[in-house]
């Protein structure tokens, strides 16, 4: 599946960022940004989907940590599907989680974050929450999924070309 456009719930949308974070001045750089950057396609599932073509969609290619599980036809975000839901799934039930669908061991009432959301905020959200991947939301409607190395990645570039500036000033006034 593609992406989906969704309606949040009453208590999806009780977990965006807060406001407090989302305007930090030190840093500009929003999750628009990284958007911009990789894309708004989201990878998909239906919670009724079995665990074996959830496993071998996110085995790729491409290979994928997470998929946000939508049910509703208009991509309602019901929650995710990470790798550590699997894992764990396999801990506790073994082989026998493949006869199973993704709704067993899905992660309900997700935080979401918005295009507005600073990076700094956004890495403060996944830190506390121990969410590698969170969706994006626009007025309720799904645009996007962003992962911690998403974040690293935007970030790395942001620090390079920080450095390479501060050089070209120093090496300007020799």
Not at 35 to 42: F, H
Request: hydrophobic letters at 40%; a negative charge; proline letters at 6%.
């Amino acid at each position: 599946m593609g992406l989906h456009c969704c309606a949040m719930s009453a208590r999806q949308q009780q977990l965006p960022l807060s406001d407090e974070a989302r305007s930090e001045p030190e840093d500009p750089m929003k999750v628009a940004d990284i958007l911009r950057l990789k894309g708004s396609t989201v990878h998909t599932v239906h919670s009724w989907t079995p665990v074996v073509e959830a496993v071998q969609r996110m085995a790729g290619p491409p290979p994928i940590g997470a998929l946000v599980v939508c049910d509703d036809g208009r991509g309602h975000v019901g929650g995710l599907i990470t790798e550590r839901d699997l894992i764990r799934g396999l801990r506790t039930i073994g082989a026998a989680m493949c006869e199973k669908t993704v709704a067993e061991f899905m992660t309900r009432h997700i935080p979401v974050c918005t295009p507005e959301d600073t990076l700094t905020h956004l890495m403060r959200q996944m830190t506390r929450s121990r969410y590698r991947h969170l969706p994006v939301v626009q007025a309720g409607v799904l645009c996007g999924l962003v992962s911690i190395g998403d974040v690293v990645r935007h970030r790395l570039e942001e620090v390079q070309l920080e450095a390479d500036v501060l050089r070209d000033m120093y090496l300007a006034h020799q």
